[in-house]
């Protein structure tokens, strides 16, 4: 059974920074990507930010030049790097894995959320 583990979040002053990280357990054999998606109170979620296994990175316009995500195959972890961080990206940010084989299936499947508070 896969799982997801998050840790990092918390409670930042505007202009501040913080660093998620996401551990994944489980036999997985392979997966296409990792990342991070986020939801704010009454919103609905929004990617942040992606990294495929290959390295391939992908970001919400919103976070481009101040977040950067990273991965580590080898140990199924995905980090973001918030920086310059503003009271809108105030919300519970969620860790995923996309196409963990584990065999015999293939799934996506997320962590539990950490809250990310940042204020003004």
């Known amino acids: 059974q896969v799982q997801l583990v998050e840790s990092g979040g918390g409670l930042v002053q505007a202009g501040g920074s913080l660093r998620l990280s996401c551990a994944a357990s489980?036999?997985?054999?392979?997966?296409?990507?990792m990342g991070w998606y986020r939801q704010a109170p009454e919103k609905q979620r929004e990617l942040v930010a992606i990294?495929?296994?290959?390295?391939?990175?992908n970001y919400a316009d919103s976070v481009k030049g101040r977040f950067t995500i990273s991965g580590d195959n080898a140990k199924k972890t995905v980090y973001l790097q918030m920086n310059s961080l503003k009271p809108e990206d105030t919300a519970v940010y969620y860790c995923?894995?996309?196409?963990?084989?584990?065999?015999?299936?293939?799934?996506?499947?997320w962590g539990q959320g950490t809250q990310v508070t940042v204020s003004s």
């Open positions: 990294i495929t296994s290959g390295g391939t990175t």
């Open positions: 489980g036999s997985i054999l392979s997966f296409n990507a």
């Open positions: 995923t894995i996309t196409g963990a084989y584990t065999f015999p299936r293939k799934a996506n499947y």
